[in-house]
């Protein structure tokens, strides 16, 4: 089981610490891998940065390797279907305020800032998505 690829992306306000953010983006994505930043408006024209990183499948993988043995424990208890969406995308949402203090766990408040993350699977036709996420999940695990 494998992935095509994945993204991370983080909505910050103006007053976050974007540069901390980034830092701690770059350690869950990779060292090598390039993050994007982009000004913008939020819904209500606050200023807000979006932050960006894309990884190629190989990355991906070692992206997820980063997430806590707790947390992929937990993603396996609470079942993956709910996660993954139509197109085979794997949704994830990682704590920002245990990400930079170096913990890649899933956020447990719906109201926490958090970097989400969606992760292509690699399926094809007549594949369960489910199973193979799941498997994929359990070998990261240990």
């Not at 983080?10 to 000004?39: C, F, P, Q, Y």
């Amino acid at each position: 089981m494998s992935l095509h690829g994945g993204t991370w992306r983080v909505h910050s306000s103006a007053v976050d610490d974007i540069e901390l953010i980034t830092e701690a983006l770059t350690w869950l994505a990779g060292e090598d891998s390039v993050i994007d930043v982009k000004s913008g408006k939020s819904a209500l024209g606050a200023p807000q940065m979006t932050l960006v990183a894309r990884l190629s499948r190989k990355d991906a993988l070692k992206s997820l390797g980063r997430i806590s043995i707790g947390s992929l424990g937990r993603l396996l208890e609470e079942g993956l279907d709910a996660r993954i969406d139509d197109e085979k995308v794997l949704h994830l949402r990682i704590s920002i305020s245990e990400l930079v203090r170096g913990n890649a766990r899933l956020c447990e408040n719906d109201g926490d800032p958090v970097v989400k993350g969606r992760f292509k699977l690699e399926a094809y036709p007549g594949d369960d998505v489910v199973a193979l996420a799941t498997n994929l999940i359990c070998e990261l695990r240990g």
